[in-house]
């Protein structure tokens, strides 16, 4: 069996650090993909049990209750939820950064 040449094991170790780069970058953009998706599943959720309530109002007065109450918690969620993304979106923003210098690393031959 032949040996591998220094070569060789040169090329697969800065494979491996490029996919390992790729890698850490890609679970960064799904991470914040699948909080946006928590989010918005939630949320469709309370809209639908907003429905559900509007559907039983008494009256315009209880009509209007629910409605005033909806568009409160939603402004407060949304506006909840923009924080939460913000900071997902920086961290993966240092992700994204971190991860580019390791592959330009990687692909040079320089230590991690």
Do not use: C, H
């Amino acid at each position: 069996m032949a040996k591998p040449s220094p070569t060789d094991a040169a090329g697969a170790g800065m494979s491996r650090g490029v996919m390992q780069a790729q890698v850490r970058m890609m679970d960064a953009v799904l991470r914040q993909n699948i909080e946006a998706l928590d989010f918005l599943k939630t949320r469709f959720e309370k809209d639908r049990a907003m429905l559900g309530e509007l559907a039983v109002a008494q009256d315009a007065t209880a009509a209007g209750a629910v409605l005033t109450s909806f568009w409160q918690r939603l402004a407060s969620d949304y506006m909840q939820e923009a924080g939460r993304l913000g900071s997902l979106m920086q961290a993966t923003a240092q992700e994204m950064g971190e991860g580019m210098a390791d592959e330009a690393r990687a692909a040079t031959g320089t230590k991690l």
